[in-house]
Antibody, heavy 120, light 108 residues
Framework: QLQLQESGPGLVKPSETLSLACTVS??????????WGWIRQPPGKGLECIGA???????YYNPSLQSRVSMSVDTSRNQFSLRLSSVTAADTAVYYC????????????WGQGTLVTVSS | EIVLTQSPGTLSLSPGERATLSCRAS???????FSWYQQKPGQAPRLLIY???SRATGIPDRFSGSGFGTDFTLTISRLEPEDFAVYYC?????????FGGGTKVEIK
């Protein structure tokens, strides 16, 4: 069974860079059928797709966040990462990593999520 | 950007009743790239329906999806206690990928 696990600091200061990693286990990380994505959810609110990356490094970023987002992959560790720069309180959210199935462009496996709070 | 508007915001029903959730898109969306998710408190979303009407692995047949163009529907034929949750629609037939604002199905 495929599993995804987010990791990273739970508290980030305003104007700094949020960094998270997602480790994938129990399945193929290097399949061209999938991208690996990040979705966030502010407390009590809905879902927002941040972007996604292929194992080869091809990326899709949400245009609304594109100027602050970068993603990377490490195939040796079955891991992909998110960096979001210049954070503000509005970036406080639960951050989920998930697998995007390219045939249907849906997220079929999700991590449990990690809360990141932006505060001084 | 395609905006997905879900209605109603909250649906109050009793176990055993039928639930009909709507998702309207601001522009036409290919049903091939339209999905529904269920989210319970403190949990990650779970994929229910992909390609407009196909159930994901392990999803009971009381869940069904339908629709095309700008109007899509998720139907739960008979609500079970575990079905009370928030439901989101999502499209990525057109960039950017977007989610609806969610419909909460609560116990009446």
């Amino acid at each position: 069974q495929l599993q995804l696990q987010e990791s990273g600091p739970g508290l980030v200061k305003p104007s700094e860079t949020l960094s998270l990693a997602c480790t994938v286990s129990g399945g193929s990380f290097t399949s061209s059928t999938y991208f690996w994505g990040w979705i966030r959810q502010p407390p009590g609110k809905g879902l927002e797709c941040i972007g996604a990356i292929s194992y080869r490094g091809g990326t899709y970023y949400n245009p609304s966040l594109q100027s602050r987002v970068s993603m990377s992959v490490d195939t040796s560790r079955n891991q992909f990462s998110l960096r979001l720069s210049s954070v503000t309180a509005a970036d406080t959210a639960v951050y989920y990593c998930a697998r995007m199935w390219l045939t249907t462009n849906c997220f079929d496996y999700w991590g449990q999520g990690t809360l990141v709070t932006v505060s001084s | 950007e395609i905006v997905l508007t879900q209605s109603p915001g909250t649906l109050s029903l009793s176990p055993g009743e039928r639930a009909t959730l709507s998702c309207r898109a601001s522009q036409s969306v290919s049903s091939s790239y339209f999905s529904w998710y269920q989210q319970k408190p403190g949990q990650a979303p779970r994929l229910l329906i992909y390609s407009g009407s196909s159930r994901a692995t392990g999803i009971p047949d009381r869940f069904s999806g339908s629709g095309f163009g700008t109007d899509f529907t998720l139907t739960i034929s008979r609500l079970e206690p575990e079905d009370f949750a928030v439901y989101y629609c999502q499209q990525y037939g057109s960039s950017p990928l977007t989610f609806g604002g969610g419909t909460k199905v609560e116990i009446k």
